[in-house]
Nanobody, 122 residues
Framework: QVQLVESGGGLVQAGGALRLSCAAS????????MGWFRQAPGKEREFVAG????????SYADSVKGRFTISRDSAKNTVYLQMNSLKPEDTAVYYC???????????????WGQGTQVTVSS
């Protein structure tokens, strides 16, 4: 069993920054890709950023390129999402995800955390 716990969400003004973290516990498996998805009220869950098991390959949604940075610390079984220059459009619940590949189109694949709320005011 693998459990994921997100933290670091909160309320910030437009232009501010937040750093999300996701810690994995329980049974772990090597060579797992990790990523972040988000879901705003009334919208479908969408991909935000992903990183390969080695940390050498990353992928970002066009809407966050240049503003968000994903990274991981394998020794601590933790993935991070640094979010800069936040916009009101970034307001959503952010979910951590672990899966065996870097194919991010299938939102129902892999293990999921419970989510952390990010709210950006105008």
């Amino acid at each position: 069993q693998v459990q994921l716990v997100e933290s670091g969400g909160g309320l910030v003004q437009a232009g501010g920054a937040l750093r999300l973290s996701c810690a994995a516990s329980g049974r772990t498996c090597r060579r797992q890709a990790m990523g972040w998805f988000r879901q705003a009220p009334g919208k479908e869950r969408e991909f935000v950023a992903g990183i390969s098991w080695s940390g050498g390959s990353t992928s970002y949604a066009d809407s966050v390129k240049g503003r968000f940075t994903i990274s991981r610390d394998s020794a601590k079984n933790t993935v991070y999402l640094q979010m800069n220059s936040l916009k009101p459009e970034d307001t959503a619940v952010y979910y951590c995800n672990v899966r065996p590949s870097t194919i991010w189109g299938a939102s129902g694949s892999g293990y999921w955390g419970q989510g952390t709320q990010v709210t950006v005011s105008s």
